[in-house]
T-cell receptor, first 112, second 112 residues
């Protein structure tokens, strides 16, 4: 299995909702990443997990809360989001803490 | 933050022509990668070039790296309509762990 899967594909939520994005890979990769991408812009790194430990947090607001339950799974918990948080959220993984990253198809999030 | 700039921002060519995209970056790097993204989808890794390499080929792709000028170029030869996508360079700065910082991207359209 050489792919990264993300669920859901689309998510619409209100500003008071709590929701979670899920990412899964079965390639034995030890680093996993969350990116945020606005329309016609490049992806921006949010979080990096290396060996299931959070290694990088790019000053992301606390309304985004990452979790890495095991080496194959990465979650992003969302709470009290703002409309400007609407974006494509991409998950990626890499074998080690450098090199080629494998991206999932993304979750298109709309905050009303 | 955005490490690199890409040039041009948009490129439209006829099928069969070559497409050249340029990327400039600001800091010392371990490696530079090129990714492709079809509209609203995840990114696909194309090629990685290390800081001590000057040129690399993969199929119809040719990447060059000039660390003295902090720049890279991606050449797609004999383009096809299926090459229509956005292309991003991404750098892995040598003092930034496993953070990938993406350039602004080039939107390539190949007309049949």
């Amino acid at each position: 299995d050489t792919e990264v899967t993300q669920t859901p594909k689309h998510l619409v939520m209100g500003m008071t909702n709590k929701k979670s994005l899920k990412c899964e890979q079965h390639m034995g990769h030890r680093a996993m990443y969350w990116y945020k991408q606005k329309a016609k812009k490049p992806p921006e790194l949010m979080f990096v997990y290396s060996y299931e430990k959070l290694s990088i947090n790019e000053s992301v607001p606390s309304r985004f809360s990452p979790e890495c339950p095991n080496s194959s799974l990465l979650n992003l918990h969302l709470h009290a989001l703002q409309p400007e948080d609407s974006a494509l959220y991409l998950c990626a993984s890499s074998q080690e803490s450098w090199g080629e990253q494998f991206f999932g198809p993304g979750t298109r999030l709309t905050v009303l | 933050s955005q490490q690199g700039e890409e040039d041009p921002q948009a490129l439209s060519i006829q099928e069969g022509e070559n497409a050249t995209m340029n990327c400039s970056y600001k800091t010392s790097i371990n490696n530079l990668q090129w990714y492709r993204q079809n509209s609203g989808r995840g990114l696909v890794h194309l090629i990685l070039i290390r800081s001590n390499e000057r040129e690399k080929h993969s199929g119809r792709l040719r990447v060059t790296l000039d660390t003295s000028k902090k720049s890279s170029s991606l050449l797609i030869t004999a383009s096809r309509a299926a090459d229509t996508a956005s292309y991003f360079c991404a750098t892995d700065a040598d003092n930034a762990g496993n953070m990938l910082t993406f350039g602004g991207g080039t939107r390539l359209m190949v007309k049949p």
